[in-house]
């Protein structure tokens, strides 16, 4: 397989994901995110990102390596998977750093060029490396959580609520002086009828982007370009 190592990451991505799922579900009556939750989503965006590095190096030793005067330690410093928010940039990156990937195989170049910033951008990538820089600076994306309750039906003392949406951090509810949560699990004695749903979602605050969706994307487009590069690669 010749992108092993890519695959490996990204298989381990795939539990990564899996585990941050569990932690969010177990996280809906915190108040607040983890740091524990927070460093799983930061090892989770940094198995993504050495896996396309990974990638970009396996490109660079197949096709480019043999072509390269200067000091090859040299060189090697600045081979990484490329992004880019100018189309002149980029090709001079292809020109300098992967060179001979042209003539040898310019669909791989192609793929490279369909996901930079300057041709989309608000793609997953350019999401995904807002995130990653963010993060690799030891200051970890700012997450917020946020409730949102429709209630059919609620009856509990004196207040009686038919057809309210109730959004917001908290959805605590107070009777003379007593409070109890609309998501709690526990009886409540204030609360005679409730018919309600709650949704939580988990958002990157900066990003206005729902959490798990997006890593959920993240894996899911950059598991499809591994497996476009690998068959490009291993094409006659």
């Not at 298989?11 to 995110?33: A, G, H, P, V």
């Not at 190096?57 to 490329?82: L, M, N, Q, W």
């Not at 195989?105 to 369909?114: D, Q, V, Y």
């Not at 793609?123 to 994306?141: A, G, M």
Request: with cysteine; hydrophobic share 40%; aromatic share 12%.
């Amino acid at each position: 397989m010749s992108l092993y190592e890519s695959n490996f990451l990204i298989s381990n991505s795939e539990e990564m994901l899996q585990t941050i799922e569990d932690f969010y579900s177990k996280s809906l009556r915190e108040k607040e995110i983890s740091i524990v939750l927070q460093l799983k989503i930061k090892h989770f965006l940094e198995d993504i990102k050495s896996a396309l590095d990974y990638a970009a190096f396996y490109i660079y030793k197949r096709y480019s390596k043999e072509f390269i005067t200067a000091k090859p330690e040299d060189h090697e410093r600045s081979v990484c998977f490329p992004v880019h928010f100018s189309e002149k940039r980029f090709n001079t990156v292809m020109e300098n750093i992967f060179i001979n990937l042209n003539q040898a195989n310019n669909e791989i170049i192609e793929t490279f060029k369909s996901v930079q910033p300057f041709v989309k951008s608000e793609s997953w990538y350019t999401i995904f490396n807002q995130l990653v820089n963010k993060n690799k600076h030891r200051y970890l994306t700012p997450q917020t959580k946020n409730q949102t309750t429709y209630i059919n039906n609620l009856k509990a003392g004196p207040i009686e609520m038919v057809g309210c949406t109730v959004v917001g951090p908290s959805l605590n509810v107070s009777v003379d002086g007593n409070v109890f949560n609309l998501i709690d699990e526990k009886p409540n004695g204030l609360v005679e009828h409730i018919d309600a749903v709650t949704w939580v979602d988990f958002q990157f605050t900066e990003l206005n982007l729902s959490v798990i969706p997006t890593l959920r994307e993240i894996l899911h487009e950059s598991t499809s370009l591994i497996k476009k590069l690998e068959v490009l690669i291993e094409k006659p």
